[in-house]
């Protein structure tokens, strides 16, 4: 059974689910805003925030296009090397955004893009490293990942179940002490059926991970059910308001949503129980009132042999059960039993 330490936190099979308040870029290039989303992702009941940290011209180059979800909620008249520049933050931003998190009580972590992005996060304390979808065949960053011996939580959106053991192989083998393993449909948003939740089995049994879900789906139910299916981890893009402008805002969460999202999932959790089959306590006393117990269906005299026709069974079931009525035919009724009064053992045996 695994279970992976971060700061406070427990992360595995017998902890709470990990949620994680994906606020990516939707700051959109202002770090107030970052500090209000660090802030509203704590009040949420978020156990972490994360963001992307990445120098534009080290990810994209300029004749690059946009993704078709990003043409359809940015201007389609910018590049994407454009776009991203709006939503950049600098390091010295992220040093203040983990300063924040430490004082509100919230884990920071983050997306980073080159080396030296990697090396910053390291130096402040990231207790994580995410490794984005994107990333998953980009066996060099996965090394460089791996050298810094961080738990990492590794999306595996448009990935093959090859790619994913071969990334696995290189963060491991660099020295990566722990992996949590995300299943993710990389588009923004996805429909349900694309979810395809049961590809966290998949996961689970191939790689012997941690495996949670990292949800693009319209609202909560999916990630919920992803909860209720096994995720350990739920990762869900969140913003301050879903009418801003911005490539992710429109798949995001706002904060009254996502902490909708919390409770629920914490329900469906506190629902899932144990494996153990047993009448709860609450149960007990409505057994009682509930259950049906043998009565006799016409009045009988004493030397009456009992047979199936003179008993019938009707609540309460505080006298005795239906489990007990082939013992007792044929038995002779020792005294008058009154039709509808419940069969007692010292109307039969004396």
Partial sequence: MHCIKVGRLTIGEESPCFIIAEAGVNHN??????????????????????????????????????????????????????????????????????????????????????????????????????????????????????RRKVPVVLSTGMATLSETERALATLRQAGCPSIILLHCVTNYPIKDEEANLRVMDTLARAFDCIVGFSDHTVGTAIAVAAVARGAKVIEKHFTLDCAMAGPDHAASLDPSQFAQMVTDIRRVEQALGSEVKRPLPVELANRKAMRRSLVADADLPAGTVLAREHVTLKRPGTGLGAELLPYLLGRTVKRMVPRDSLITLDMLFE
């Fill in 29 to 146: 290039g202002d770090v107030a805003v970052a500090r209000r989303l660090v802030e509203a992702a704590k009040e949420a009941g978020a156990g972490a925030v994360k963001f992307q940290t990445f120098t534009t011209e080290s990810v994209i180059i300029a004749q690059a296009p946009k993704a078709d979800y990003q043409r359809q909620t940015t201007d389609a008249s910018e590049s994407q090397l454009e776009m991203l520049r709006k939503l950049q933050l600098s390091h010295r931003d992220f040093r203040g955004l983990k300063e924040e998190a430490d004082r509100v009580g919230i884990l920071f972590f983050s997306t980073p893009h080159d080396t030296r992005d990697i090396d910053f996060l390291v130096s402040v304390g990231a207790p994580l490293i995410k490794v984005p979808s994107m990333d998953i065949v980009n066996l060099p960053l996965l090394e460089e990942v791996g």
